[in-house]
């Protein structure tokens, strides 16, 4: 099982990103995929999540209207559309599988996004 995200940067308030998670050794049609993020000096937190059919869809509140999440399992990736990004956004992205160890193989090493002006 290997996770990996990218996309991540240093963009200024307003500004978007797509951050990319490329999933091996399960399949994300068959998974409640989420991202995650962690700020300095805080503890992760959920930001959206997608059930196995796609038809689901989840998002913290801070990021409603401004974060999208979709998956193509064809290519076995998940992504993240973030828009109207704001300070408070920066963090180190996650991306990983509902219900597994945040430690595990099943979460990646994570993608560092930077708002700053």
């Known amino acids: 099982v290997h996770v990996v995200e990218s996309g991540g940067g240093t963009v200024r308030p307003g500004d978007s990103l797509i951050l990319s998670c490329v999933v091996s050794?399960?399949?994300?049609?068959?998974?409640?995929m989420l991202w995650a993020r962690q700020a300095p000096g805080r503890e992760r937190e959920w930001v959206a999540g997608?059930?196995?059919?796609?038809?689901?869809?989840y998002y913290k509140e801070s990021v409603k209207g401004r974060f999208s999440v979709s998956r193509d399992g064809a290519k076995n990736m998940v992504y993240l559309q973030m828009n109207n990004l704001t300070p408070a956004d920066t963090a180190v992205y996650y991306c990983?599988?509902?219900?597994?160890?945040?430690?595990?193989?099943?979460w990646g090493q994570g993608t560092q996004v930077t708002v700053s002006s």
């Open positions: 050794g399960f399949s994300v049609d068959t998974a409640i």
């Open positions: 997608i059930t196995e059919g796609g038809s689901n869809l």
């Open positions: 990983g599988k509902q219900g597994a160890a945040l430690n595990s193989d099943y």
